[in-house]
């Protein structure tokens, strides 16, 4: 295989007088980018078949809990414990479906993420005759797999925690979600609700109020490394604002 080049000779006049041409065997280079290309689509549909089987195994382990809890059907505290773990199993799993779905295998779009994942904590949580408003300003930024993990799971424990304490005589309520870069190299994550607060929802639960509060922190303070703070806001209800900083090959791209 030969690659050429031809580039025209001209006189002082500017016109063409003749041409020199180069030839040269790129047999040798073609072979070697053709090994590389087939080695990174080898690599690409391995990575593929492992986020599926992780999905899939995911979704075993959550069937199986499943069964668990119908052995059980008269112990309504260890059905919940069923219930909130298999929440916490779907956030993972959402991640590993959606890397499994887009064309980059090591990141993904965490509005595509959070905006599914809220709806569907949303719909598997609403009591019935409540309604509560959803409002997710999350901004179209792609993130690598380890920082979407723990970001899903915030959300899922805050929003499934809003959604079972924060109305609790059947009032509609507003959940705000906004995901953001708050200055270059960083970025923020705002929770809120209008309920009730989080004295009440302590109160209500020592699962959600004191473990799964302890797991927020415990992933925005020591996983993700941020700063995280718990306070209501100014009209009441449940805040939390974690910020935490990017790694250095995400800042300045989306």
């Known amino acids: 295989l030969l690659a050429w080049w031809c580039q025209a000779v001209r006189d002082h006049q500017g016109r063409v007088t003749g041409t020199i041409s180069t030839a040269r065997d ?4 073609r ?36 069964l668990q809890a119908g052995a059980h059907p008269d112990n309504p ?3 919940e414990l069923v219930r909130i773990t298999e ?7 959402l991640v590993h479906q959606m890397l499994y779905r887009v064309q980059d295998l090591s990141r993904v779009s965490i509005k595509e993420y ?12 609403t009591k019935n005759g409540t309604k509560v408003h959803l409002d997710c300003r ?7 797999i380890d920082l979407v993990v723990p970001l899903g799971l915030i959300i899922n424990e805050l929003l499934t925690n809003s959604l079972k304490y924060a109305w609790p005589h059947g009032q509609d309520g507003q ?30 639960s020592d ?6 509060l302890k797991l927020v922190r415990s992933l925005g303070e020591q996983q993700l490394q941020g700063s995280l703070v718990m306070e209501p806001p100014p009209g009441g209800g449940f805040g939390m604002l974690l910020v935490f900083a990017l790694p250095e090959e995400e800042i300045g791209g989306d």
Request: avoid cysteine; proline fraction near 2%; hydrophobic fraction near 40%.
């Open 77 to 79: 505290d260890f059905l």
């Open 87 to 93: 929440m916490r199993i779907r956030a993972i799993s």
């Open 175 to 204: 959940v705000t979600i906004l995901i953001q870069r708050k200055k270059p190299g960083w970025l923020e994550l705002s929770y809120q609700d209008d309920g009730e607060g989080l004295a009440s929802q302590r109160k209500s």
């Open 31 to 66: 072979a070697d980018e053709n090994r590389i290309i087939q080695a990174l689509r080898e690599k690409e549909t391995l990575l593929r078949e492992v986020y599926h089987r992780t999905k899939n195994t995911l979704q075993v382990i959550q069937g199986l809990l499943t």
């Open 138 to 144: 999350i901004a179209d930024i792609v993130l690598p």
């Open 26 to 29: 790129i047999t040798d280079q």
């Open 207 to 212: 699962e959600m109020g004191g473990l799964g």
């Open 114 to 125: 959070g905006e599914e994942l809220a709806t569907l904590i949303l719909h598997a949580n």
